[in-house]
């Protein structure tokens, strides 16, 4: 677990408030659980199969997203809204390929989004915040801008569309992609010195299949272009992938 300072446990205690008061709205949305295959670390030096839950959760202005995190849509008009968010950043372990790297410490996301969606079936977005409660040196300033299209099918079934760049400055990249010299004598990993900007372009394409009253399966394939400074990384040109992939399946329940 990230270590909470101060001020990531004063946007929990305010944002758990708003959620509190909001919960007399009634909870609407989706929530169940699945299963993934995905890259460990940014890198995508290797890949795992986890268990994962699906959260896709509103309580009045107040949203609770696996993607997304904690968020508060605190302004509101005419399709647009803004306001906080805080998420959560997996750690690195550095065994295996990575084996000789500093270890990364889980850390917070928090900072503020805004986004525009005049319809329920598409929506433009973007986030900006800062990785604290890392290691000396861990963590920056990162965030990514998108666009997401909804559209019904044949059978009740509901696909979208969506596609994202995440972007970082150059504290944030080196967390993941850089190589000091210190490790690089450890590692077998070239010196590499990160620069900011942007990291990588998402496009996912999910699909939701009607089971029964109120239950669904969600799947979902993502494919990652790694771009930039976070591609020429020495760990991606040695051990990693430019190009990696991500499927995930779920069982959702519906609250309405």
Avoid: C
Wanted: aromatic share 12%; glycine share 14%.
């Amino acid at each position: 677990m990230f270590r909470i300072t101060s001020a990531v446990f004063a946007g929990f205690l305010g944002l758990w408030s708003v959620s509190q008061a909001a919960q007399a709205d009634g909870i609407t949305g989706e929530a169940g659980a699945g299963i993934s295959y995905q890259p460990k670390e940014p890198t995508g030096t290797r890949y795992e199969t986890a268990a994962v839950p699906y959260l896709d959760l509103d309580w009045g202005d107040v949203s609770l997203s696996t993607d997304d995190g904690l968020s508060w849509s605190a302004l509101k008009t005419n399709g647009f809204s803004a306001g906080p968010y805080i998420n959560y950043l997996s750690r690195r372990t550095s065994n295996g390929a990575l084996s000789g790297l500093r270890e990364v410490s889980s850390m917070a996301e928090v900072g503020g989004f805004v986004e525009y969606a005049p319809a329920d079936f598409w929506r433009v977005y973007a986030q900006l915040g800062r990785a604290v409660g890392g290691a000396q040196g861990q963590g920056g300033v990162l965030g990514k801008v998108g666009g997401e299209l909804g559209y019904p099918l044949a059978g009740g079934i509901i696909g979208s569309s969506d596609l994202m760049a995440h972007f970082a400055d150059r504290r944030q990249t080196n967390t993941f992609f850089g190589v000091s010299d210190s490790e690089a004598a450890a590692s077998g990993f070239r010196p590499y010195n990160a620069s900011g900007g942007f990291q990588n372009v998402t496009f996912t394409q999910s699909f939701e299949f009607p089971l029964a009253t109120k239950w669904s399966l969600l799947t979902s394939a993502s494919w990652v272009r790694l771009v930039g400074s976070a591609a020429n990384s020495s760990i991606v040109k040695q051990a990693g992938e430019v190009n990696q992939s991500q499927v995930q399946t779920a069982i959702s329940y519906k609250f309405n």
